[in-house]
């Protein structure tokens, strides 16, 4: 449980709502005063240039902390300010906090945040330090592509199928470097003959360039053309 402790007199925290960040983002900064408990409300714009302004504003008040609502990934450009800037963050889950009944705006959100905020009452989301979520993002990136790749070869295995070319009964992997080559010159505009597929095929190949010029052989439309170079580059 991550807890603010300050004097009461000199306690100034501020609770941005993170949810509108894709129309306009909500600024309370709340305090209390010989303890009365105040707040002052703002709607900067989000562009980058604008959110360094409010982080000027932000240390000129000596704000100690910001809350926000760890809404999708929208969060992330606040939190990654916040952190070069020096302004230490706290990102919450939205569904640890139960809002006032009635009606749901983004400035009562925000004034909401900020009382949890004064009083202690947030419970904060781990958020790893910048370096590890690089990583993250790097990872996640290449799970993606790999996933990507991956239904690109099932797409293209059932391509081959709808335009009758039978590479896979002569080749234990149709994305192989042989394969990929053999099928560009299937695709290609040119005629496919045995001498032009004895070139490109590998030697150790079993088959012969008769047997591949056979299973090579289809119905390919234009489209089709244009639609396996696409599923080939991005095999590739």
Known sequence: MLKVITPLLNARLVAPSASPITRSGTIVRSFAMNGAASSVLATPSLVTKDLQEMTKWLKSEECEMVAMESTGSYWKP??????????????????????????????????????????????????PDREQREYRE????????????????????????????????????????????????????????VDKIQQVRDKKCKSSAEEFLDALTGVITPLQRELFAQVLKTIN
């Open 78 to 127: 606040l939190y990654n300010i916040f952190e070069i800037c020096g302004i230490k963050a706290m990102v919450v889950n939205a569904q640890h906090m139960k809002a006032i009944p009635g009606r749901k705006t983004d400035k009562n959100d925000a004034r909401w945040i900020a009382k949890l905020l004064r009083h202690g009452l947030l419970k904060a989301s781990f958020i």
């Open 138 to 193: 790097l990872t996640r990136y290449r799970n993606s592509r790999i996933e990507e790749r991956a239904r690109e070869k099932n797409r293209l295995q059932k391509m081959l199928e709808g335009a009758n070319i039978k590479l896979s009964s002569h080749v234990s992997k149709i994305t192989g470097v042989s394969s990929i080559r053999l099928l560009e010159l299937a695709m290609g505009d040119d005629e496919l003959t």
